[in-house]
């Protein structure tokens, strides 16, 4: 059985830093392309960032270049997003997905919430 479980996330002002984790289970987070997601209330589910495997080459949305990196750790089978320089527009459920590309599994989610 897959199972995605996040967790970091929280309640932070502009500005500040979040680092969200996702351990996969019953999945080789090393040997798929994981991906993160999220989705603020009334709008659609966007692509955050995704980490693909083999080269490890890294994909983000433009909103977030520069501010949010996905990284992986093999030995714990985890993906991490760091989110740095975070303002309300990124206030949102985030969602750990795999594969990146049209995934099949989901977390539960953790929400993200920026004040001003």
């Known amino acids: 059985q897959v199972q995605l479980l996040e967790s970091g996330g929280g309640s932070v002002q502009a500005g500040g830093s979040l680092r969200l984790s996702c351990a996969a289970s019953?999945?080789?987070?090393?040997?798929?392309?994981m991906g993160w997601f999220r989705q603020a209330p009334g709008k659609a589910r966007e692509m955050v960032a995704r980490i693909f495997s083999g080269s490890g080459s890294r994909v983000y949305a433009d909103s977030v270049k520069g501010r949010f990196t996905i990284s992986r750790d093999n030995a714990k089978n985890t993906v991490y997003l760091q989110m740095n320089s975070l303002k309300p527009d990124d206030t949102a459920m985030y969602y750990c997905a795999a594969p990146c590309l049209n995934p099949r599994y989901w977390g539960q989610g953790t929400q993200v919430t920026v004040s001003s």
């Open positions: 019953g999945y080789s987070a090393n040997n798929n392309c």
